[in-house]
């Protein structure tokens, strides 16, 4: 009963993660592996907090007045240490 469970939930945070609802899909995911886990449901797990990630990173960079403070340098940088950072 458990694995039927999972394997529903694990189908919904997939779904979730196409529309774009990450934290629903990471709630999907979660209870998915705390009912049977599975490699999917891991899988799953590790898709989603890529997309975390990738996610705060682009809201760093919209939110950034410019993109010398996402880089951490100054206006006067050289391009060498520009490429470095």
């Known amino acids: 009963m ?3 469970a999972a394997e529903q939930s694990l189908h919904a945070g997939r779904l ?3 529309q774009g609802d990450v934290d629903g899909a990471l709630r999907m995911a979660t209870k998915s592996v705390e009912l ?3 490699e999917e449901a891991l899988d799953l797990q590790k898709q989603i907090q890529v997309a ?3 996610g705060n990173l682009v809201k760093r960079v919209l939110d950034a ?3 010398f403070e996402v880089l951490g340098v100054g206006h006067a940088v050289v391009a060498s240490d520009a490429k470095k950072a």
Request: proline content about 7%.
């Open 65 to 67: 007045p410019s993109l």
């Open 52 to 54: 975390i990630t990738q």
């Open 2 to 4: 458990n694995r039927d």
């Open 16 to 18: 979730k993660l196409a």
């Open 36 to 38: 049977c886990e599975t």
